[in-house]
């Protein structure tokens, strides 16, 4: 089942085009990348599809309803945490129930039922400085989760770690998805990443930005880490260069 859809997305900006005729499909339970270099419009895209930003032509569809220009409909997680510092952890993670109208108790009751399955068991009551940047970035996908059980877009949440770090959190990050069943739209510039964590992958590339090709990861996840030096890994990322290239 395709949860979101993109018909022939055509955004520009002071008579420059910045992407053209995108189109990309999101099925249930999914994660699929768009991998690009910076500055190829990933963002602009993600902007239009959660609708902060209007497209000049084309069609955001979720679940097969017409969401183009809407805003709200899908969670959206930029590179940035933007935990709020005189918040604590639960209250942080908590702000999408209260917006949607619940009462404070009753939003930190359902937000704290998924701590331990996000590994954030005991970090209810600390405060966003206490934490290391990849709880800082656990927090926020779990207040990005409850914003949204269906779609979430994903900008770069990873990039501003270190390699171990990041390392660590691509392996529960898999676990974690896998149990929730989260269909996730996830930007990166990193072929490593991209080819670990995606069920597809579309290559954004040219100037107007172009879906240029589509990659399907067949090895089944989650992916441990002989998967990172084994020849389907580097076959997969010799042909990701090959194509960014061209």
């Given at each position: 089942?395709?949860?979101?859809?993109?018909?022939?997305?055509?955004?520009?900006?002071?008579?420059?085009?910045?992407?053209?005729?995108?189109?990309?499909?999101?099925?249930?339970?999914?994660?699929?990348?768009?991998?690009?270099?910076?500055?190829?419009?990933?963002?602009?895209?993600?902007?239009?599809?959660?609708?902060?930003?209007?497209?000049?032509?084309?069609?955001?569809?979720?679940?097969?309803?017409?969401?183009?220009?809407?805003?709200?409909?899908?969670?959206?997680?930029?590179?940035?945490?933007?935990?709020?510092?005189?918040?604590?952890?639960?209250?942080?993670?908590?702000?999408?129930?209260?917006?949607?109208?619940?009462?404070?108790?009753?939003?930190?009751?359902?937000?704290?039922?998924?701590?331990?399955?996000?590994?954030?068991?005991?970090?209810?009551?600390?405060?966003?400085?206490?934490?290391?940047?990849?709880?800082?970035?656990?927090?926020?996908?779990?207040?990005?989760?409850?914003?949204s059980h269906e779609v979430a877009l994903l900008d770069e949440p990873f990039s501003a770690l270190d390699a171990i770090t990041k390392a660590s959190i691509h392996r529960w990050?898999?676990?974690?998805?896998?149990?929730?069943?989260?269909?996730?739209?996830?930007?990166?510039?990193?072929?490593?990443?991209?080819?670990?964590?995606?069920?597809?992958?579309?290559?954004?590339?040219?100037?107007?930005?172009?879906?240029?090709?589509?990659?399907?990861?067949?090895?089944?996840?989650?992916?441990?880490?002989?998967?990172?030096?084994?020849?389907?890994?580097?076959?997969?990322?010799?042909?990701?260069?090959?194509?960014?290239?061209?």
């Open positions: 089942m395709d949860r979101l859809v993109t018909q022939n997305i055509s955004k520009g900006f002071g008579g420059k085009s910045v992407i053209e005729d995108i189109s990309v499909t999101l099925r249930a339970g999914e994660l699929v990348c768009l991998l690009g270099v910076s500055g190829v419009g990933k963002t602009t895209l993600f902007n239009i599809i959660s609708g902060i930003m209007k497209p000049d032509s084309g069609a955001v569809l979720l679940n097969g309803e017409d969401i183009t220009g809407k805003a709200g409909e899908i969670s959206y997680m930029q590179q940035k945490d933007l935990l709020m510092p005189y918040r604590t952890i639960l209250d942080n993670v908590c702000l999408p129930l209260l917006i949607r109208g619940e009462r404070k108790a009753r939003a930190r009751e359902e937000a704290g039922q998924y701590f331990e399955q996000f590994g954030l068991a005991g970090t209810q009551k600390l405060y966003p400085h206490e934490l290391s940047g990849g709880m800082r970035q656990r927090a926020a996908l779990l207040r990005t989760y409850l914003f990050f898999l676990d974690v998805m896998q149990t929730i069943h989260l269909s996730t739209l996830f930007i990166t510039h990193d072929i490593d990443e991209a080819i670990v964590l995606s069920d597809r992958i579309y290559i954004l590339n040219g100037s107007p930005g172009k879906i240029t090709a589509e990659i399907a990861v067949a090895s089944p996840k989650p992916r441990r880490e002989e998967f990172l030096v084994s020849q389907e890994f580097m076959d997969y990322k010799r042909r990701i260069l090959e194509l960014l290239k061209s």
